[in-house]
């Protein structure tokens, strides 16, 4: 009797099954790659700004495109959201300037719904990662970014709109009880103002959530007669995140 040979037989995989590994295999290797952009990334990130990196998502819908912060960007730029409700008061207006733009939420916002911005910032760096933001939203093509100190270059400025949105003195300003406007940076808010007012009496100020509202709202009194005004609460996710007092035109404001 002879024992039957025992065989085997390779089955392999058809064109569609292998496609279907390579593809699994890039998905694998993507994932792995953005995992480890992300903890380099998060590596990079000082104590400081720990918690903003973690609100990044709010700060910019698009930040894995390759948004680009400096430390003080981080804590310092206008949430998405809000920026986007605050540029859709003034959709259509014609020229919207931004006197600390800092690295270009607002703007980026403003140019989305306005016809051109003037962006306004000291910092050179900043203006650069701005410029950089900018092109990642498609609207570079509709802002100016000017290096400068508002201070120095409103007198030559023209526009519709005034966007003030100073330094608050960093995340120390959350411990005042009630923040004035003579804290902040880099002038006291009714200099600025008052600046401001001498190019445009549309004017909107992004302040602290603890500001003093009725020191803000005392601004108006600066014109005569009186600038029209109204106070607006920013919340994200519910939580308050700053105050929005828009003075002037009424019409521009919809």
């Not at 949105?165 to 009880?177: D, T, V």
């Not at 406007?181 to 001498?198: E, T, Y």
């Not at 549309?202 to 014109?223: C, G, H, K, T, Y």
Request: hydrophobic share 40%; net charge positive.
């Amino acid at each position: 009797m002879v024992a039957a040979r025992a065989s085997s037989v390779v089955l392999q995989p058809t064109r569609k099954q292998r496609k279907l590994l390579k593809r699994k295999a890039k998905v694998r290797e993507k994932r792995k790659s953005m995992k480890e952009k992300k903890l380099k990334e998060k590596s990079n990130v000082t104590p400081l700004v720990t918690k903003y990196w973690f609100q990044r998502y709010d700060l910019f819908s698009k930040y894995d495109v390759g948004i680009k912060l400096d430390e003080e960007g981080w804590f310092s730029v206008t949430p998405e959201e809000i920026a986007s409700s605050q540029a859709r008061r003034f959709a259509g207006a014609g020229v919207v300037i931004d006197a600390f733009s800092g690295v270009g939420g607002n703007a980026i916002q403003f140019a989305k719904v306005c016809h051109h911005v003037v962006a306004v910032e000291i910092d050179p760096k900043k203006v650069a990662l701005a410029s950089h933001n900018a092109k990642i939203y498609g609207v570079q093509d509709k802002i100016d970014f000017v290096v400068g100190d508002f201070f120095q270059v409103a007198p030559f400025l023209k526009g519709d709109v005034v966007f003030l949105s100073p330094p608050w003195g960093g995340p120390s300003y959350k411990a005042k009880e009630n923040f004035t406007l003579d804290l902040l940076k880099p002038k006291d808010g009714h200099s600025l103002f008052q600046v401001a007012q001498a190019i445009t009496p549309n004017i909107v100020m992004f302040l602290p959530r603890n500001v003093d509202v009725l020191q803000a709202s005392e601004l108006s009194w600066l014109s005569s007669p009186p600038l029209d005004i109204e106070v607006e609460e920013n919340l994200v996710h519910g939580r308050l995140k700053g105050i929005t007092v828009y003075f002037g035109d009424s019409k521009l404001c919809l």
